[in-house]
């Protein structure tokens, strides 16, 4: 997830017409390895049920992980410096939201959608907030979530949360296949760079078509789309 936090902002500089700022590429990836360490190592009893092999993972290398989680927050704190005090402003917000992330995670589409919005913020937000030339920020942002919004409810079926346990697999399948394939339709319509960026719910949608329930294929297949996605738009504008 660090991983394609930081190829989407890569991505999105590109598409919205701005040079990659270092500042924020780090940011997107030493902030999403906190986030997702901590929560990890807290909810460790909680994700054993649904995700065994990464929780025994997590209680094989606890100790390594953690100081990898403080040494990605020491990075964070000099990364958020150098992209300097707007961006901060767009972090705060988002900062709260992963501190709340292990109490709210629970609620039915909440989760998918407070992710969704810490996401666009981060890979989006921070680059224009860095480089204030930035252009088709509305359609590179629409983009992206649409796409992370459909990984999210496909997390949300592996991990057999509230929203799938409400209205079923197939429904919350359905919806997340509607989301990326939007995702593909606004990528064809966005102007310029910004269509690039079609390559992201590209590969959301196309592996989500052959979905399996299995904790594996969610973590690098359905996870992995969006680095792949990122790296065939960065790929395309460089063309």
Not at 90 to 108: E, F, S, Y
Not at 119 to 133: F, S
Not at 205 to 224: N, W
Request: one cysteine or more; charged letters at 15%; hydrophobic letters at 60%.
């Amino acid at each position: 997830m660090a991983l394609a936090a930081a190829a989407l902002a890569a991505a999105g500089s590109q598409a919205m017409g701005i040079p990659i700022a270092p500042a924020a590429v780090g940011l997107a990836f030493c902030g999403t390895l906190v986030v997702y360490n901590v929560d990890r190592l807290r909810d460790y009893d909680r994700d054993r049920e649904t995700t065994p092999a990464r929780s025994d993972f997590v209680a094989r290398h606890g100790a390594g992980l953690s100081l990898l989680t403080v040494a990605a927050g020491v990075s964070s704190v000099y990364f958020a410096v150098a992209a300097g005090a707007t961006a901060v402003l767009v972090l705060a917000p988002i900062l709260g939201l992963g501190l709340l992330h292990r109490r709210i995670k629970h609620l039915t589409f909440a989760k998918s959608a407070y992710i969704t919005a810490a996401w666009v913020g981060v890979v989006v937000g921070v680059p224009a907030a860095i480089d204030p030339r930035a252009t088709h920020v509305a359609w590179t942002g629409g983009i992206f979530a649409l796409a992370i919004f459909a990984n999210a409810m496909a997390s949300n079926i592996r991990d057999r949360e509230v929203a799938a346990a409400r209205f079923g697999t197939a429904a919350v399948l359905g919806v997340a296949r509607g989301l990326a394939a939007a995702g593909i339709a606004a990528g064809c319509l966005a102007p310029g760079a910004a269509r690039a960026l079609v390559a992201v719910p590209i590969a959301t949608f196309l592996v989500l078509l052959p979905f399996r329930q299995e904790e594996r294929y969610g973590l690098y297949a359905v996870d992995g789309a969006l680095v792949v996605g990122a790296l065939g738009s960065i790929a395309a504008l460089r063309l």
